[in-house]
T-cell receptor, first 113, second 108 residues
Framework: DVKVTQSSRYLVKRTGEKVFLECVQD?????MFWYRQDPGLGLRLIYF???????EKGDIPEGYSVSREKKERFSLILESASTNQTSMYLC????????????FGDGTRLSIL | RKEVEQDPGPFNVPEGATVAFNCTYS??????FFWYRQDCRKEPKLLMS???SGNEDGRFTAQLNRASQYISLLIRDSKLSDSATYLC?????????FGKGTMLLVSP
């Protein structure tokens, strides 16, 4: 079974802090994704990566950056956290084709105070 | 903008009922289609892929109509444990596009 592990289930941070969300997958997948999910808005793609050191902007990249130094790890960075970034963050991975189903981690519920 | 549209529901059905969800997709070039299930406060999980010829997995049947650009999911003999949000997914130009989901509530 594919295992996608996110570093924290729940996280509370303060406005202005730099926040790191970590994601690791164990299936040697090329593609990794970061989404946020808010009530009524569905899943929104923040960033994705097709390969090590490679990143592509999704639909809502503003206020976020990412890092992929190793194939199995994809980090999401909130440069200066704001209250409107309070959300559920979901990491996913998929094999080489962008059309393959994605496998999700458990999610990180992030609160910015 | 390429979208996947779903009725948000909720669909309230009694145990044992048959319920069907539809969704439409706007990208005519989409090649892959899926249904995901998401329980409250949990991550989405792949329920089934959707093939042109239609496919069945136990009580679940998925259909694809390329001409009309819609996908359907039929659930027969609903169980209480089927209560969840069902996400319709279509491939985009470089990744997948998720619908916002349809909520199903199965009552005793």
């Amino acid at each position: 079974d594919v295992k996608v592990t996110q570093s924290s289930r729940y996280l509370v941070k303060r406005t202005g802090e730099k926040v790191f969300l970590e994601c690791v997958q164990d299936m040697d997948h090329e593609n990794m994704f970061w989404y946020r999910q808010d009530p009524g808005l569905g899943l929104r793609l923040i960033y994705f990566s097709y390969d090590v050191k490679m990143k592509e902007k999704g639909d809502i990249p503003e206020g976020y950056s990412v890092s992929r130094e190793k194939k199995e790890r994809f980090s999401l960075i909130l440069e200066s956290a704001s209250t409107n970034q309070t959300s559920m963050y979901l990491c996913a991975s998929s094999p080489r084709s962008g059309w393959e189903p994605q496998h999700f981690g458990d999610g990180t519920r992030l609160s910015i105070l | 903008r390429k979208e996947v549209e779903q009725d948000p529901g909720p669909f309230n059905v009694p145990e044992g009922a048959t319920v069907a969800f539809n969704c439409t997709y706007s990208n005519s070039a989409s090649q892959s289609f899926f249904w995901y299930r998401q329980d409250c406060r949990k991550e989405p999980k792949l329920l089934m892929s959707v093939y042109s010829s239609g496919n069945e997995d136990g009580r679940f049947t998925a259909q694809l109509n390329r001409a009309s650009q819609y996908i359907s999911l039929l659930i027969r003999d609903s169980k209480l444990s089927d209560s969840a949000t069902y996400l319709c997914v279509a491939s985009g130009y470089s990744t997948l596009t998720f619908g916002k989901g349809t909520m199903l509530l199965v009552s005793p």
